[in-house]
């Protein structure tokens, strides 16, 4: 295959898939690993794809991010099983940080009854569901970014660096067994990476659609997580690499 033919099939795939592995594109091409990046290192400075690492992402889906009412419909009866699953490690008199992503939202909901425990949340549709609370809820503020109902920005990183928790759940947009979890966006990146250093054990809550699909900013290697609780297990190769990073994974 003419370096031309192999730009369009590469256009073609990401086109239809909208995020690519470096693995499985080389595998549908049936090139070398150089020869592949030279094509990637082309396409990407006319502007046909966006490289991050592990793979590829189409930049329509880069730039325009999924809203937070679609990916609330998206998966909901995964998103609903994890959510109860991370609920019930919640210990007597805990105090959580809620990360903003949906499933995030159903997992914060399910501990509102819980008076016994605190949550911590930039979460705008969090804090409005548990106005009628028993839990107790701390909201950290920040710039509202209205496509993921997230509070981010300086004055929420400002109150993460003041306070500890003893968990947390945290959501991602995308997951790679060799880069971690990712977002799509640099503020919220930052907010779940200050969530990180914060608490005591985090809980990564994701859906099995993310898996081998990365996303376009890393906040977490998978060394940083503790729990992972999906709807469906990876390979058991794959299951043995996460493993040995002392990763507990969890099916809901």
């Known amino acids: 295959?003419?370096?031309?033919?192999?730009?369009?099939?590469?256009?073609?795939?990401?086109?239809?898939?909208r995020r690519v592995i470096f693995a499985d594109l080389q595998k549908a091409l049936k090139v070398s690993a150089a020869t592949l990046r030279r094509d990637l290192t082309e396409l990407e400075a006319a502007g046909d794809l966006i490289r991050v690492h592990g793979g590829v992402l189409d930049p329509a889906y880069a730039r325009a991010e999924?809203?937070?009412?679609?990916?609330?419909?998206?998966?909901?009866?995964a998103k609903r099983s994890i959510a109860a699953a991370a609920a019930a490690l919640i210990p007597l008199g805990a105090t959580v940080i809620i990360d903003a992503g949906s499933t995030c939202l159903e997992a914060g909901k399910a501990l509102l009854g819980r008076k016994d425990v605190r949550i911590i949340t930039h979460s705008v549709a969090l804090v409005a569901a548990g106005a009628h609370a028993d839990a107790g809820i701390f909201c950290l503020g920040g710039e509202l970014r209205r496509v993921s109902g997230a509070l981010v920005g300086g004055n929420a990183l400002g109150v993460l660096a003041e306070i500890r928790a003893d968990f947390a759940f945290v959501g991602a947009s995308g997951l790679s067994l060799e880069?971690?979890?990712?977002?799509?966006?640099?503020?919220?990146?930052?907010?779940?990476?200050?969530?990180?250093?914060r608490v005591k054990r985090t809980v990564l809550l994701a859906d099995f659609s993310k898996w081998n699909a990365p996303s376009t900013v890393r906040f977490a290697k998978w060394d940083q997580i503790d729990d992972w609780i999906t709807d469906q297990f990876p390979r058991e190769e794959e299951m043995a690499t996460l493993k040995a990073q002392k990763v507990a994974i969890h099916k809901a």
Request: with cysteine; charged share 40%; aromatic share 4%.
């Open 179 to 197: 880069d971690g979890c990712s977002t799509t966006e640099l503020t919220e990146a930052e907010i779940k990476k200050a969530i990180l250093t």
């Open 66 to 77: 999924i809203s937070f009412d679609e990916r609330m419909r998206r998966s909901h009866a």
């Open 1 to 17: 295959m003419f370096a031309r033919e192999r730009h369009g099939e590469i256009r073609r795939i990401v086109r239809e898939k």
